[in-house]
């Protein structure tokens, strides 16, 4: 979190350095000023959301916009930086709309499926037979308790459509890394994201932490 600080602290001021730029020759060049005036707010558009939720508390009424995302998922791809830090600030804009939500949804990637089950819980999870066997059971249980929406969907593409068909106000997404910032990037509705652990190969037999998503279930709740 650090470096992603150090990186948008350097992006702001470099943003502000072009405005000031903007500022000092507007009257001489005035075609150099409009540019470097575009360039700097843009800088900012782009920097300051993130400098805020790093430093301060957020009080963004929306998420993370999508060029905000994909600038700075392009960012920490060229300085290689682990990009769940992405998916960490996006969750602290998010949780501000857990008070308000009222449509919830849970959607959880299918390879925490065990790979030996045949059950097509992609349609059904109430197909499931909580053998214990694979963390399926334990999105059953809290789809039961909670009263909550849950879903297993076999890709990222039918995730969002999911959403865009069902319009939640709320998303509670369980995938890995690439599908958690493609999906957050994608949608406009706000997303809490989970993030698998890795199970006995690629997409395969992977697992979550569900204590997490019970709390966050918890703290909907009570709100």
């Known amino acids: 979190m650090r470096q992603t600080a150090k990186l ?8 502000l350095l072009f405005l000031v730029v903007s500022i000092v020759v507007i009257l001489r060049l005035p075609l150099l000023a409009l540019v470097s005036g575009v360039l700097g707010l843009a800088g900012l558009y782009l920097a300051l959301p993130v400098l ?17 995302l994909q600038f700075w998922i392009f960012l920490f791809e060229v300085f290689k930086l682990p990009r769940g830090t992405i ?6 804009v998010s949780r ?3 008070a308000g939500a009222r449509n919830i949804v849970v959607l959880a990637a299918r390879c925490l ?12 999870i109430n197909k499931c037979q909580e053998c214990g066997r694979c963390s ?4 059953k249980r809290l789809n039961l308790q909670k009263q909550v929406p849950v879903f297993v969907e076999s890709g990222g593409t039918a995730a969002r459509e999911h959403i865009n068909t069902a319009g939640p106000d709320l998303v509670l997404a ?3 890394e690439r599908e958690l910032l493609a999906g957050i990037t994608d949608v406009s509705v706000p997303v809490l994201g989970f993030l698998l652990q890795p199970g006995s190969g690629s997409c395969k037999d992977s697992k979550f932490a569900a204590g997490e998503l019970t709390a966050c279930l918890d703290t909907v709740f009570r709100e």
Not at 8 to 15: E, H, R
Not at 113 to 124: A, G, I, K, P
């Open 174 to 176: 369980v995938a890995c």
């Open 113 to 124: 499926q065990s790979s030996d089950c045949q059950l097509n819980v992609t349609r059904d």
């Open 52 to 68: 805020v939720l790093i430093w301060g508390k957020p009080s963004f009424w929306r998420p993370l916009s999508r060029g905000v």
């Open 8 to 15: 948008a602290l350097f992006a702001c001021v470099i943003a």
């Open 96 to 98: 501000l709309k857990i």
């Open 87 to 92: 998916i960490h600030l996006n969750n602290r």
């Open 136 to 139: 399926i059971a334990q999105l």
